[in-house]
C-alpha cells in the first residue's frame, strides 16, 4: 500500500486559487490516486480521481507529474464553503485492498 | 438509488452495554469498510470486508466485531462498551477496481458514558 503525505493545515483567503500536494512515493503501476473533501459531521466525499497527467471536473483540477510520486489537488477560486479536510487516497484493485486514510489537510478559507 | 445507509445516527450507551450499528448498501459493491473517526482527528480503518463471508482487521479492531452475511449489509458490533468508543463511525463500500471511488455512509455519532 502506497503511504500518503499531506500538510496538515493551509490557509486561504476567499477568491484564491489552492493547491494541496500530497506525497505518494510507493506508488505502483495499477495505482488511481483519488481525493476527498470532508464537511465536519459528514462522511467523506469523492471531489476527483486520476491516473496521470491532468484531470479536471467542475470542482477541481488533479495535476500527477511524469513519475507520478506526488499529486496535487487545485481548486480555483476557493469560497468559504471551501473550509474542509482533504484526503488524497491510493487505491488498486484486488483481493484484499485494506484502504487507511492519513490525516488529510485542513483548508480554512478566510473572507 | 439510497447509495449507503447507516442507521442510527445517534446513540448513547452506557459502559458494558452492546449495540451493533447497521449499515447497507444498494450499489451491489463487493467492497466495505468500517471507520472511526475521533474529535479533529482523521479516519481511522476498524474491519473491512472483500466480499459476503469474509473479513478482515483494520488497523484498530479490538473491541469491534462484524460479519457479512450478505454483499448488501455489513454490520459493526460493539460487545462491551468503553469511553474509549465515544466516536463518530462510517461505513463506506466501493467495487473492486482501482479506479472506484468510495461512497460513505452519514454517519453514526457513538457517546458511552
Known amino acids: 500500500l502506497a503511504k500518503t503525505t499531506q500538510p496538515i493545515s493551509m490557509d486561504s483567503y476567499e477568491g484564491q486559487e489552492v493547491n494541496i500536494t500530497c506525497s505518494h512515493n510507493n506508488i505502483a503501476t495499477n495505482d488511481y490516486i483519488t481525493w476527498y473533501q470532508q464537511f465536519p459531521s459528514q462522511g467523506p466525499r469523492f471531489i476527483i480521481q486520476?491516473?496521470?497527467t491532468k484531470v479536471t471536473n467542475e470542482v477541481a483540477s488533479l495535476f500527477i507529474p511524469a513519475d507520478r510520486k506526488s499529486s496535487t489537488l487545485s481548486l480555483p477560486r476557493v469560497s468559504l464553503s471551501d473550509t474542509a479536510v482533504y484526503y488524497c487516497l491510493v487505491t488498486s484493485s484486488g483481493s484484499a485492498r485494506q484502504l487507511t486514510f492519513g490525516s488529510g489537510t485542513q483548508l480554512t478559507v478566510l473572507p | 438509488n439510497a447509495g449507503v445507509t447507516q442507521t442510527p445516527k445517534f446513540r448513547i450507551l452506557k459502559i458494558g452495554q452492546s449495540m451493533t450499528l447497521q449499515c447497507t448498501q444498494d450499489m451491489n459493491h463487493n467492497y466495505m469498510y468500517w471507520y472511526r473517526q475521533d474529535p479533529g482527528m482523521g479516519l481511522k480503518l476498524i474491519y473491512y470486508s472483500v466480499g459476503a463471508g469474509i473479513t478482515d482487521k483494520g488497523e484498530v479492531p479490538n473491541g469491534y466485531n462484524v460479519s457479512r452475511s450478505t454483499t448488501e449489509d455489513f454490520p459493526l458490533r460493539l460487545e462491551l462498551a468503553a469511553p474509549s468508543q465515544t466516536s463518530v463511525y462510517f461505513c463506506?463500500?466501493?467495487?473492486?477496481?482501482?479506479?472506484?471511488?468510495?461512497?460513505f455512509g452519514n454517519g453514526t455519532r457513538l457517546t458511552v458514558t
Open positions: 463506506a463500500s466501493t467495487r473492486d477496481r482501482a479506479n472506484s471511488p468510495l461512497h
Open positions: 486520476g491516473y496521470k
